[in-house]
């Protein structure tokens, strides 16, 4: 049975208060300037950022899930397992919503802090479907191929355009047993997990373990790979967050 003390629930309601409010704020100026997201790679695999207003946070998220969307495609991956850590307030619930909105979610993306887990199904952008089609390729024939692979059952588009992104937060688990209750430990997608300390020794291992630390709007993401697919990723995400730096900064001096 899940329990929790007041005092730490009522400290739960704040911080979610925090994150809607966080998340609701218009600076249309910081919003509107071109953000610059420095990144280090150490010589441990180990990626770090520095994100020093929301906005910066709001912009990372958009370019990892597109880094995301591009190897899952690519690599025909059909899960990965990011698991958050950090002392309460420390902006999981955060960076965890504007990672699912850069999905394309679009309205409010709830807290799992009292359901456990939120399900969002995702579809691939038409942009990433596309890619590694060859550009010389006719569009009738491509056309053609796309309606084959969309001839299912009553027409459903193929299983390999849509994804799922599961956020969960085990905050509330009076044990790590209490997972096998949930059911869903073996779907595949996107799993976002705040506080998987809290299922240790059922969790299975994560492919990146992030590590979150805020200090005023400023927050520190550690990248941690735990798995190939994590190697993967951590090196392609540090090129691609170089060349967005350059787009920006280019964005700046026009």
């Known amino acids: 049975m899940i329990m929790m003390s007041k005092?730490?629930?009522?400290?739960?309601?704040?911080m979610d208060q925090k994150d809607e409010e966080l998340l609701m704020v218009e600076d249309e100026e910081a919003v509107a300037e071109a953000v610059?997201?420095?990144?280090?790679?150490?010589?441990?695999?180990?990626?770090?950022?520095?994100?020093?207003?929301e906005a910066a946070t709001k912009a990372f998220a958009q370019q990892f899930s597109t880094l995301l969307?591009?190897?899952?495609?690519?690599?025909?991956?059909?899960?990965l397992?990011?698991?958050?850590?950090?002392?309460?307030?420390?902006?999981?619930?955060?960076?965890?919503?504007?990672?699912?909105?850069a999905f394309g979610i679009k309205g409010t993306v709830k807290s799992p802090t009292y359901t456990l887990i939120e399900p969002y199904e995702i579809t691939l952008p038409e942009e990433v479907i596309e890619?590694?089609?060859?550009?010389?390729?006719k569009p009738e024939k491509r056309e053609k191929r796309d309606n084959g692979k969309r001839?299912?059952?009553?027409?459903?588009?193929?299983?390999?355009?849509?994804?799922m992104i599961y956020h969960a937060d085990l905050y509330r688990l009076a044990?790590?047993?209490?997972?096998?209750?949930?059911?869903?430990?073996?779907?595949?997608?996107?799993?976002?997990?705040e506080w998987p300390e809290k299922g240790e020794g059922?969790?299975?291992?994560?492919?990146?373990?992030?590590?979150?630390?805020?200090?005023?709007?400023?927050?520190?993401?550690?990248?941690?790979?735990?798995?190939?697919?994590g190697e993967a990723l951590i090196t392609p995400l540090h090129s691609h967050l170089d060349a967005y730096n350059h787009d920006s900064q280019a964005a700046q001096e026009a």
Not at 7 to 14: A, D, L, Q, S, T
Not at 131 to 137: D, L
């Open 7 to 14: 005092c730490v629930e009522e400290e739960i309601k704040k």
């Open 36 to 53: 610059i997201l420095n990144s280090t790679l150490n010589s441990r695999g180990e990626l770090e950022l520095q994100l020093p207003a």
């Open 69 to 79: 969307q591009r190897e899952m495609r690519s690599l025909k991956w059909r899960d």
């Open 81 to 101: 397992k990011l698991y958050l850590h950090g002392n309460l307030g420390a902006g999981k619930t955060t960076f965890a919503r504007y990672f699912i909105q």
């Open 131 to 137: 890619k590694g089609r060859s550009k010389n390729e």
């Open 151 to 163: 001839a299912g059952k009553g027409g459903i588009e193929p299983s390999s355009e849509l994804m």
């Open 175 to 193: 044990s790590p047993l209490e997972l096998y209750d949930l059911g869903l430990l073996e779907e595949q997608g996107i799993w976002l997990i």
């Open 202 to 229: 059922v969790l299975p291992t994560a492919d990146i373990e992030l590590f979150l630390a805020r200090e005023g709007e400023s927050l520190t993401l550690r990248f941690l790979p735990q798995s190939e697919k």
